[in-house]
Every structure is written in structure tokens, then in C-alpha cells.
């Protein structure tokens, strides 16, 4: 009798953490997210704040962005195809399903906006910059619909970060910056600095789903 209940007990134990476990794999990736985002909310759950190394800028907001962007982006820091020294640490520390439950978390964190169906108008200048550089085709309508998950959403994101991100494209040869992405270097490369930063203006002053979420660093 008693080998019996030991038996018991040890079935019950092992049924019960296996229903835990599927009860977890269970979850949204969403959800799952959430508990593996620390090392995140140092930086992007903080409204407005100012990266300093290895360039100064705003952080880029994420909540709301496409998951399967997110995703590609954490894979690319890790491959050293994007060159950030921290963002390459965290990512080199993430496993695929990670980098998944984090995208789908930061994909979902932003409940979706109601925004107008048509944005405000460039000035010629920058309109004609838009053209050359053929931004709308792969980031869509009023620059919030990409024609592809793996393309950013970019309007309402900070100006001084989307000058940077610009910037990196054209970028050769430093140890620190700069992103490897032939479409976007292509494009890039036709523009002045000065031009990149007219650019950046212009789209940062669209009404976008971009959001910084605040997270406490206590948790």
C-alpha cells in the first residue's frame, strides 16, 4: 500500500508538471513575452529616453511594430549584420523562441490606433526625395502599412533615430555602426546627410502606432 501511494504521488507529480508545461506552451507568445523582456525596458520602456553610445539619439519605440520586423532586426544584431555592441549582446543571448515571444510581446504591447486615412504632405523638396528613394513601395501607405511584416512601420518614430538608422546604411567599414541590408543601402546612398535628416523630420511628424509603453525596472 505504501509503494503504491509513492507511486501515486510520483505520477501526480510528473502529470502536473507536464500540464504546466503545456499550459505555458499553451500561452500566447504574447504573453510568454512578457517574462523575458528585462533586458529590454532599460532602454525602450522609458519615454524618450537618449541612447549615447556608440551615436546619440532617441531609442527607437517599438510597441506596435511588426513582430516578424522585430525579429529580423534581433536576428540581424546577432549576426553582426547590424553592427551595436549592446544590441548584439542581448541579442547574441536569445534563442530563437525568445526572439519570437519578444516580437509577438512588442507587437501586441501598443493596442492598434485609429489614425487618419491620409497624412500630411511633404513639401516638395522632401516629396521628391520620397519618390527617388521609393519609400512608400515597401513601407506603405502613410508609411504605417509595410507591404511585408519584416518592414518597419516608420512614421511618428523619433527623428533623431530614424537620421541615424539612415545614416548606418551608408556606413562602411566601422566596427560600431552600421546595418548590411542591400535594398536599404542602395536607396540610401543617393541622399546628403542633410537630406536623410529632411527625411527623418518628415516622417517622424506623422501620426503613427509607435509607442513607448513605460515598464518599471522593478518587477
Known sequence: MKKLLQISLALATLFGASASVLAKDAAPAATIGQDKIAMCIGCHGIPGYQASFPEVHKVPMIAGQNAKYIATALTAYAKGERKHPTMRGIAQSLSEQDIADISAFYEKQAPAQALPETAAAPSAQ???????????????????????????????????????????????GNAVVGRSNAIMAGQVKQFSHAELKAIAKYLASLPGELRTVPQSKLR
Not at 538608422?165 to 551608408?170: G, H, I, R, V
Request: glycine share 8%; proline share 4%.
Open 126 to 172: 522632401v516629396a521628391e526625395l520620397l519618390t527617388k528613394g521609393a519609400c512608400v513601395s515597401c513601407h506603405g501607405a502613410n508609411f504605417n502599412k509595410p507591404i511585408d511584416g519584416s518592414y518597419p512601420k516608420i512614421a511618428g518614430q523619433h527623428a533623431d533615430y530614424l537620421n541615424v538608422a539612415l545614416k548606418s546604411y551608408q556606413t562602411e
